[in-house]
């Protein structure tokens, strides 16, 4: 056979094999839907509204739209337009349910009340979801903050948010109950459990999914909750992640912020003092609540930030009017 009949014939297997990828890539999901997936939700720890469950490993779940208390963009409080009005300036907060307000009207949290301060030129949207630590925090930026083009994101992080072992707690832990007798029940602890990147990338593709999916289904089922990320995350994830939203600050340009929100007590926690010098050391504005609110305020007043006085890190009413009124004073160092 001829060398360019060769090459000819070699170049039809290799454009087919293409072809063939990127049929499967396209068509699996509507030939042979995954079961389950974005079908599994459970009813908010704090009656806030419903979770679904999600393909994305790093999240977990999502808020559902439209259920309890979330309007149709899946978040408590005013509905924004995604498309941001002209001459508006708007801040975007993300944390956990520390920044949510659980146990709180939406128009009482520091987020409704900042933007009454600053009146109708700004608009100040609360993305916080109640479980997520900083890395879920970031994420949920990425694929829904992103959006909503703002001129400042502010990430109000508390004392346990570089823990991975919240993903065992709160909304992910009916989720487990809910898949505890399903025979999907030992894809989706490998699913969510990966420590390895590149296999969070892979598990983008249909065809890597299914085919994990197909292998992982003749194993005996196992505890859904993923234990291989109950630790604490390492220095070089922190880092990763955080560089990943600045580098989004520059080509967005939106001024980036972390915020160190107070806890009950006056001791500044390991994890946030860990959480600080990681943000300083990339350069990554850091404002400290916590030191400001202890030089404020005496033990006893600091206390009374808290619900019932004994809760470790969620405001009551006045702490999240304290929590405004820091904002509002320094506003300034928010925005660009």
Do not use: W
Not at 75 to 86: A, H, L, Q, T
Not at 136 to 157: N, S, T
Not at 304 to 321: A, E, P, S, V, W
């Amino acid at each position: 056979m001829p060398d360019n009949e060769k090459r000819k014939n070699l170049l039809a297997l290799f454009l087919g094999i293409i072809l063939s990828l990127f049929l499967l890539e396209v068509l699996l999901p509507h030939i042979l839907p995954l079961p389950d997936f974005m079908k599994i939700t459970v009813d908010g720890l704090h009656g806030d509204g419903q979770y679904i469950l999600t393909e994305d490993p790093t999240l977990i779940y999502v808020p559902k739209p439209k259920t309890g208390e979330f309007n149709e963009q899946a978040y408590r409080g005013k509905v924004f337009s995604i498309e941001k009005p002209k001459g508006v300036k708007r801040i975007l907060i993300l944390g956990d349910s520390v920044t949510e307000g659980i146990k709180l009207p939406p128009e009482q949290r520091f987020s409704a009340l900042l933007n009454e301060k600053l009146g109708t030129e700004f608009e100040v949207i609360n993305l916080a979801v109640p479980g997520y630590n900083v890395f879920q925090e970031i994420e949920y930026f990425k694929i829904k903050g992103l959006a909503y083009q703002p001129d400042a994101v502010i990430f109000a992080v508390t004392f346990n948010d570089l823990d991975i072992s919240q993903r065992s707690s709160g909304e992910l832990v009916k989720i487990s109950e809910k898949l505890e007798d399903s025979p999907l029940k030992n894809f989706y602890k490998i699913y969510y459990s990966s420590l390895d990147r590149t296999d969070d990338k892979l598990l983008k593709s249909n065809s890597y999914r299914y085919l994990k999916y197909l292998v992982l289904s003749f194993f005996k089922p196992e505890p859904f909750l993923p234990d291989a990320k109950n630790l604490p995350a390492d220095d070089k994830i922190i880092k990763n992640s955080l560089l990943s939203v600045k580098e989004l600050s520059h080509k967005y340009n939106f001024k980036l912020n972390f915020v160190l929100l107070p806890v009950n007590t006056n001791v500044k926690i390991g994890q946030m003092r860990r959480l600080e010098a990681v943000l300083q050391a990339l350069q990554i504005p850091t404002y400290d609540f916590d030191t400001e609110v202890n030089a404020t305020i005496n033990r006893k007043q600091k206390k009374g930030l808290f619900i019932d006085g004994t809760d470790y890190c969620h405001f009551n009413r006045q702490g999240h009017t304290m929590i405004s009124y820091i904002f509002y004073q320094n506003i300034d160092r928010f925005l660009p």
